[in-house]
């Protein structure tokens, strides 16, 4: 009993396994993990060290080189990056695909601790990460107080951090840019000179004399206690009253020593306000969408309260968001893309009840989805889940989940019209007929998903996009056990009724197509030709369409960087910032600004802006950062620079050479002069180098002979500017139930020059005093901001960002100039991240596009028992992509990883219709029929179910395709969600419609030529045997 029959003669059988599988699909459903992206993590992992006050060139010597060094022969490392700055170093290892993360982690972890003596001792912790979207905080805002700074310091931590830790699923809540109060001493460079004082020593003295530790356990009585030697300083009178050693001073007599607010280095402000950044974290199981919601709850709450009515809040990062506007995406387009694809239906069935059938197939196979997608995380310990891309699988297959239900449909609606069969028999007949091309059809779509799982978990691409692969299989899947099951049954009960006659346009369409199929059958050389001419002209299209990585990342904010002169100090900046907040609140409508923060230190800083919606202006997020940009004020010694736009999945936008080298002085120079040739490259903007921001630094150079007379080390100088300028903590203090760090340094005007800095005092081996003028220069230098390092070798990078879609051009540009300059020996350069990761997804899906083409072979070797018919089927794959080129370049979309991805999804759904009717018409000729009158018969037959499953799906993916081709309707495309999902459905729409053109007028002319070919061949090899 076929699958058709058991449902037609089992109908209340095949209704409750249907309804079944739908309640659980709406249960699960409810039970699926909501995330803002895939489970995921790439093969790599992220080492930090923090060591504030610090300069770039000291990280990189005293921590970044030993850890290289230390992680140089991990085992399956593919390549190491570091980069040191002013405050910490970070090191990004990336290991071989298939390595045991885990195990690599650990090995981490010994390097590390192998290599612990050699790092400074004031090195308090590192840490090792792996990168899992979900790890991000799903909830960030900004928090505004214009009262007073300790009243606020208290309202963030002890009312509104705690309310929202006890929020149920939120695991960890961040605070930055939160001002607390330290425990500070200030020393008076007077007076420690007067005492014949070294600061050096007197910071080893209040460090020293701030210790606990475990002494080890004693018993007692038959019970074994723990012995801890506690000498932690418990108030700041005790601190201050700390003995000077070989001194009857205490160290009230050469600083002060307060319970106060530290210098204010750095700002952070929600529109002109003074404010903090609160991150919400969640837990693994917990639902986004709930967790924000809750949190949100809990600030609405606040401020209505009196006594916090001037908190100003505002959210910048809210992933519950993007969920819900996917997920209203996902309404909004399955409704509308159905509802145009029940639309083509009627018009070409002009039936109710057959609309009515097709109608029940798109939402029964969507919840079946979900039933699938939950059983394969119980089961098979899948980590599917609802996210960004499992939602852009299901909005993709929404107008695809008709055409199994339009092909059996059409075929029962033909048997019971022109046949006369009763229903029931109808529904049967006419679903066996077309079941085994149906298969045939579904198991080409999705096995040309299966090169994918070849590109490996390294691939950035499968591991973004496995959960839309896994998602689409399923609906694809559940659509054809609803058009196998569902239609034949419903249609057995509801074509009792006689049939209307069929469209009289419809009718004259089949007329005229039977009428250029006979022409197109005499004609086989030009109609050849003319195709290879088609051919060839989609090639030319496709060598002049742009290419990148990724598209823009959906964004509604922009970042504006300054660089500041070194001589600003907190104030100034502070004043600079103030004007700019100004003008751009005063300008917020014709900005299409909802809210700014500006956040940043003595010589970087950088104001953040929150765009109204997208379909509120049509001005982009670029074209507006660059607007603003130039509407900033000019002012002396800043310069106003637009931030790296950001791409889909991290990475940033615009085309990078990388240098490496030895000496960073002569890299230096190199990437000063590309940067130079790369200004005048058309397309590219905002040119600039890694190094190019680095802070004017006085360089203390120690006399080794000099100092050595006097008993003095290297070290030891260094140790004392270090502990005169910095404010690296020198320990913990307990205050109001919290532990503070404790800061010494000279007061500020012992800070205030140069000369102050010469006339530090150290102390002599052999005692007395001697300035540090006496032993070193000092001098101005320009310091890198940061030093960038990969495999072991210094890099700077120079780039830029370009004016418009696409970098391939740039590429090539960039790549000839680099060529024709001659570096010194030792040096060599390299194309930028982008570029690579580009060149490394061409070749991955250009893999996968000939496998799939291989397999699709495969299959429909062994379904018609033919090695030549295959061929004629794979020709519908070109006509796909003659489409998807088209498409490409009238619409200036970029080929990028979600373009090539599309092309793969093509190149499983143009072979369908020419699978439907090959099949067919192999049908008709097994029935006794000559090829030309199976050729002819068959194409009418099979005209209507062509048209309307291309029909249905090119209708169906309209709403998403939409916003891409009428920006002028729907907003700047960069911002929205159709930037990613666009390239794949435009794709689907052209080369569908190629397609499905293409297949019915010319495959079956290349049809009879194969198989002329192939009895040609035949024959001649019999003729040379016999």
């Known amino acids: 009993m076929s699958i058709a029959e058991f449902s037609v003669n089992r109908p209340v059988t095949t209704i409750m396994i249907i309804v079944s599988v739908v309640t659980l699909g709406m249960i699960s459903y409810t039970k699926l993990p909501l995330m803002f992206l895939p489970d995921m993590s790439f093969p790599s992992l992220n080492v930090s060290v923090p060591y504030p006050s610090s300069s770039p060139e000291e990280v990189e010597r005293l921590i970044t080189r030993p850890l290289e060094d230390a992680f140089g022969t991990l085992s399956n490392m593919k390549s190491m990056e570091s980069r040191s700055n002013d405050d910490n170093a970070r090191v990004r290892i990336e290991f071989e695909t298939g390595t045991d993360m885990n195990m ?154 307060k319970y106060d607010y530290p210098e204010d280095n750095s700002f952070q402000r929600l529109n002109g306000v003074d404010a903090v950044t609160i991150r919400v974290y969640k837990t693994s199981t917990a639902n986004i969408v709930d967790v924000a919601q809750r949190t949100q709850s809990v600030l609405d709450e606040l401020v209505t309260q009196p006594q916090f009515a001037d908190l100003e809040t505002r959210v910048f990062f809210d992933q519950s968001q993007s969920i819900s506007d996917r997920l209203s995406d996902l309404r909004n387009t399955g409704l509308l893309g159905g509802m145009l694809a029940v639309i083509v239906l009627f018009l070409f069935l002009r039936n109710v009840r057959s609309t009515m059938i097709i109608g029940l197939a798109i939402p029964i196979s969507i919840i079946c989805t979900f039933t699938f997608m939950y059983l394969l995380r119980q089961g098979a310990g899948s980590t599917v889940s609802i996210n960004l891309i499992s939602l852009m699988g299901l909005m993709l297959a929404v107008g695809m989940l008709v055409d199994a239900a339009v092909v059996v449909l059409e075929s029962i609606y033909r048997h019971r019209q022109e046949g006369n069969l009763p229903a029931r028999i109808a529904a049967v007949v006419g679903t066996r007929e077309v079941t085994m091309a149906i298969i045939a059809a579904t198991a080409t779509t999705l096995c040309v998903f299966m090169p994918l799982v070849f590109l490996g978990g390294g691939s950035r691409f499968m ?62 050389f030009v109609t050849v030709v003319s195709f290879a001419a088609i051919l060839y002209g989609s090639y030319w299209l496709y060598q002049n369409i742009e290419t990148e990585f990724q598209p823009m990342a959906p964004t509604r904010d922009i970042a504006i960087a300054a660089d500041l002169p070194g001589s600003y100090n907190i104030e100034d900046v502070k004043a600079v910032f103030t004007d700019v907040e100004t003008l751009l609140l005063d300008r ?202 990969k495999d072991r070798e210094s890099q700077v990078e120079v780039g830029g960002n370009t004016t418009g879609p696409g970098t391939r051009a740039i590429n090539t540009q960039v790549t000839e100039m680099m060529e024709s300059i ?49 061929f004629t089927i794979l020709l519908s794959v070109l006509c796909g992509l003659v489409g998807a080129f088209i498409v490409f370049y009238l619409s200036g979309t970029t080929l990028n990883t979600n373009s090539y991805l599309g092309v793969i999804v093509l190149s499983g759904l143009a072979v369908n219709n020419a699978i439907v009717l090959i099949d067919h018409v192999n049908h008709l000729r097994r029935e006794g029929m000559t090829r030309t009158e199976a050729l002819l018969l068959g194409g009418r037959h099979r005209l209507r179910p062509i048209l309307m499953t291309s029909l249905t799906t090119i209708f169906g993916l309209l709403p998403m395709v939409a916003p891409l081709l009428f920006p002028e309707f729907f907003g700047p495309v960069e911002d929205r969600g159709a930037n990613q999902w666009g390239p794949v459905s435009l794709a689907l729409v052209g080369g569908l419609t190629t397609s499905g053109i293409l297949t019915l007028i010319l495959l079956p002319t290349v049809y009879t030529i194969f198989e002329d070919l192939s009895n040609w061949v035949t024959s001649s090899v019999k003729r040379a045997w016999a």
């Not at 799903?138 to 309202?155: K, T």
């Not at 991240?833 to 062994?862: C, D, K, T, W």
């Open 104 to 257: 690599a982690a650990m090995e981490v972890r010994d390097r590390i601790d192998q290599v612990r003596g050699e790092l400074p001792d004031d090195v308090e912790r590192i840490t090792i990460r792996r990168w899992n979207p979900n790890d991000m905080p799903i909830y960030n805002f900004s928090v505004a107080w214009s009262g007073d700074p300790a009243e606020f310091y208290n309202i963030v931590t002890k009312v509104i951090q705690p309310r929202i830790q006890r929020v149920d699923g939120v695991a960890n809540v961040e605070i930055s840019g939160m001002i607390d109060k330290q425990l500070l001493v200030h020393v008076d460079s007077e007076k420690l000179q007067s005492h014949n004082l070294d600061l050096f020593n007197l910071s080893q003295t209040l460090t020293q004399n701030n210790v606990t530790m475990t002494a080890g356990t004693v018993t007692e009585g038959g019970k074994k206690y723990s012995v801890r030697s506690v000498n932690e300083y418990r108030a700041a009178e005790e601190v201050a009253n700390l003995p000077i050693p070989g001194t009857t001073l205490s160290l009230r007599d050469v600083a002060e020593v």
């Open 822 to 870: 001659e570096l010194p020996p030792g040096y060599s350069w390299n194309m930028g991240r982008n570029f690579n990761m580009m060149r490394e997804s061409q070749g991955e899906f250009l893999f996968a596009i000939m496998l799939s083409v291989v397999l699709i072979y495969l299959i429909m070797a062994a379904i018609s028992e033919s090695f030549i018919q295959p």
């Open 463 to 524: 591991l973004f996009m496995k959960d839309f692969v896994v998602t689409f299989c399923i609906v694809m899947v559940a659509a054809v056990f609803i058009a196998l099951t569902l239609i034949p049954l419903v249609s057995s009960r509801l074509f009792n009724r006689p049939l209307g006659k069929p469209s009289a346009f419809f009718a004259r369409l089949s007329g005229l197509y039977t009428t250029v199929l006979a022409w197109n059958l005499k004609h086989r």
């Open 588 to 789: 917020k409508e014709d900005f299409h600004i909802e809210s700014i923060s500006s956040y940043g230190s003595l010589r970087r800083a950088n104001i953040r802006i929150v765009l109204t919606p997208p379909e509120e202006r049509q001005e982009s997020a670029t074209q507006l950062q660059t607007r603003i940009t130039r509407a900033l004020p000019e002012i002396a010694g800043v310069q106003w620079r637009p931030g790296r736009m950001r791409r889909y999945g991290g990475g940033q936008s615009g085309v990078d050479v990388e240098l490496k080298g030895d000496n960073m002085a002569v890299l230096s120079n190199i990437a000063q002069d590309i940067r130079t040739r790369m200004e005048v490259i058309p397309g590219l903007k905002d040119v600039d180098t890694s190094l190019e921001r680095g802070d004017e630094e006085i360089q203390v150079q120690v006399d080794r002979a000099v100092a050595q007379t006097y008993g003095i080390s290297p070290r030891q100088a260094a140790r004392t500017v270090q502990a005169a300028l910095s404010s690296r903590a020198r320990g913990k203090f307990k205050a109001d139930d919290r532990e503070v760090d404790i800061l010494l340094h000279l007061e500020e005007e012992d800070r205030a020059s140069m000369q102050k800095l010469q006339n530090m005092t150290f102390e002599r081996a052999e005692g007395g005093m001697i300035p540090v003028g006496n032993l070193a220069s000092f001098s101005r230098q320009k310091g890198p901001d940061a030093i960038e390092r």
